[in-house]
RNA sequence: GCCCAAGUGGCUCAGUGGUAGAGCGACUUCUUGGUAAGAAGUAGGUCGAGGGUUCAAUUCCCUCCUUGGGCUCCA
């Protein structure tokens, strides 16, 4: 059943219960959400969660009165009457008659007829307030009117609402099983990265185990791209500052970029993006139609100076390494490059695990035409780019939406959404189609009849930031890794002191057949050493006692619980390269 | 950046206006155990940093730093 009628009801109740416990405050808005409605208000003292006991007691008393959401429409006039002490309301009142919408109000009106509060609200709402079985306030924030940070700082309380305790119940279950695979305490639970105050925040280190991912990562994205007809290449993770003047990035992203460094008589800074150097490395001699398209590829380092609200673990950094490229084409490629570039996409995601439509989606991002700052203006160079990318999206039967207003300045885009265990949906990288950098850089090469022509450029990724990948994955996969990601892939656990010379030996094997495998001190008893590895997520566990080690055998155990018993080393050793080389993603299942 | 909250030994957390506790971990010793915690002992903290109030501050106040949640899913 749709819960949004009754969590913007759920919401009215919070807002009368505050009128009545703060009578000065003033609301400015209050929308039902996905996972429950929060409520915006202005008011001058301090509201935090230590209040919430208090109000959610108020909240409770309007429910238990049964309270009648009744709907009515009225003129301009009564509007500005019953509204007239409250300035944000008055804004909406101007905003509606703008769009020539009905004034729309709502009423808790009791069985008598008592009029309990009344609000500027269009619902839908649920037929009366004791229709929230159950309800809980969530968290207090802070909020910008209009989300602009211009504006005045609101204060806004999150809640959430459900027609049965149990509904709730389960909803708050749910929050804590995503708190569990949250990627920054997997990071510290598996020992993966970790922050210094002195190097600064947003800036992860890597532990040798989280490397590990980092580098395995890293391995199949060049090896892969290259099979694709990916050239990679080095580029310098700094530029003079006009290389961004003449992209025309600096004014637009001035406020993200570090600032300039100044040296003897240049100035330099630390890149933000990578398509420039990339635009150098194409222009460094004359091109020719038959090498088109050129694709150079890179594990770009990149520079961001996000908010400091803005960061968090490893999914908003402020340096990252992009798996980053860029297709120089002509216009007549350009819709099988961006089929293949989302060929690729899907391709390399799928070994990550990650599958198309249920764990990311595309979103269309047009441009907005009205918004000459963000806005190249070039109406029928956006009008082809964005069909040709509309078109790719259909032909490939890929799932996806469209919004405006999102592209980028240089032209339309398709986003990779992914969704986040906790069910919400980031983007974690674009492909882009671009007709204003060729021209701002003067990009050509020689066509067929000898003339200069202009390329087009795709940006693009195929498996986003390696900081965000990595975070997405340790939530996908809550830290039990593929094997062939996995920091220790095997766990040698000799059960006593007498088999240690055995399971030397056995390591040493397990080494040099270049399988990253580990011992565990014998100091400990053999299912304490068990329950260790198995937090961890150690795909294998190796156990040997004084059986394998009179038949020169081995046992398993695997991080799921599945035990083999007296097998060869040796077939052990095959199946896990073959499991490592076919990147494998649950053998088990 | 702004709003709210938090910062106590490596980790998870308790606690108090009279200079601190637990469990896990580490270390040592005993134990050599057959598939998710064997036992005992020892060490380890200027209670995020700086300033103020006080006879006395980890506790109260201020500033800063860091972390977490949030900052147009419209009335």
């Known amino acids: 059943m749709d819960l949004h009628p009754l969590r913007h009801t759920a919401e009215h109740v919070l807002h009368f219960a505050m009128q009545n416990l703060y009578p000065t405050l003033l609301k400015a808005m209050g929308p039902a959400t996905d996972e429950g409605y929060y409520f915006d208000f202005d008011y001058d003292e301090k509201i935090s969660e230590a209040d919430f006991p208090k109000i959610e007691k108020e909240m409770q008393k309007i429910i238990n009165l049964d309270l009648q959401m009744v709907k009515a429409e009225i003129d301009e006039k009564q509007a500005r009457e019953i509204f007239k002490n409250n300035p944000y309301k008055i804004e909406w009142i101007d905003l509606i008659l703008k769009r020539n919408e009905p004034l729309t109000i709502y009423k808790m009106i009791d069985k008598k007829g008592k009029v309990y509060d009344i609000d500027l609200c269009s619902g839908p709402h649920a037929s ?42 389960n909803w708050i279950k749910k929050q804590e099983e995503a708190e569990k695979r949250d990627h920054r305490k997997l990071g510290k639970d598996l020992d993966l990265f970790v922050f210094s105050d002195l190097i600064g925040k947003g800036l992860p280190i890597l532990t040798p185990k989280g490397t590990i991912i980092r580098r395995e990562l890293e391995k199949y994205v060049l090896e892969e791209e290259m099979k694709w007809g990916y050239e990679h290449v080095i580029t310098p993770p700094l530029a003079k500052t006009d290389l961004y ?10 406020n993200t970029m570090y600032p300039v460094m100044k040296v003897d008589d240049e100035e330099l800074i630390l890149r933000p993006m990578t398509c ?103 109406d029928a160079a956006w009008e082809k780019a964005e069909n040709v990318l509309r078109e790719v999206l259909v032909q490939e039967k890929a799932p996806f939406f469209e919004v405006s207003g999102e592209a980028a300045f240089y032209g339309p885009k398709i986003d990779v959404q992914m969704k986040k265990v906790n069910g919400q949906e980031e983007t974690a990288f674009t492909v882009q189609y671009d007709f204003v950098m060729p021209k701002r850089f003067s990009l050509t090469y020689i066509d067929k009849d000898g003339k200069e022509k202009q390329p087009i450029v795709i940006h693009r990724s195929s498996i986003g930031a390696f ?123």
Not at 136 to 164: P, S
Not at 245 to 254: A, E, I, K, L, V
Request: proline content about 3%.
């Open 245 to 254: 003047r003449t992209s025309g990035h600096y004014p637009y992203y001035q």
């Open 276 to 378: 420039p150097h990339h635009f150098m490395l194409y222009k460094s001699r004359p091109r020719s139609y038959k090498e088109l398209p050129v694709r150079f590829a890179e594990i770009a380092s990149q520079f961001r100076y996000e908010k400091s609200g803005e960061l968090s673990g490893l999914t908003r950094v402020r340096m990252f390494c992009l798996a980053d490229a860029h297709i120089m084409c002509a216009v007549s490629q350009a819709k099988e490059e961006i089929k293949n570039v989302l060929n690729l996409i899907d391709s390399m995601n799928k070994v990550l695990g990650l599958e198309k439509g249920k764990d990311y989606r595309y979103r269309l991002s047009l441009g907005d035409r009205t918004d000459e700052k963000k806005y190249y203006k070039d």
């Open 128 to 169: 009366s307030t004791g229709k929230i079985k159950a309800f809980k306030l969530l968290k207090v924030a802070g909020a910008y009117w209009h989300g602009d940070e211009k504006n005045k700082m609101l204060t806004r309380i999150y809640g959430t609402a459900f027609f049965m305790q149990e509904e709730l119940e």
């Open 467 to 589: 900081e965000r990948t990595m975070a997405f994955l340790i939530e996908h996969y809550a830290g039990a890794f593929p094997l062939w990601l996995a920091p220790v892939q095997a766990e040698i656990i000799p059960i006593s002191e007498k088999q240690a010379d055995y399971a030397e030996r056995v390591l040493k094997n397990l080494k040099e057949a270049g399988i990253r495998a580990e011992m565990m001190a014998e100091n400990e008893s053999m299912q304490k050493r068990i329950k260790l590895a198995t937090e961890q997520k150690i795909p294998y566990m190796i156990i040997l006692g004084g059986k394998e080690e009179a038949e020169k055998k081995i046992s398993i155990r695997t991080r799921n619980g599945n035990q083999e018993n007296m097998i060869n080393l040796a077939e052990l050793i095959n199946r896990l390269k073959r499991e490592i080389d076919e990147k494998i993603i649950e053998p088990d299942s």
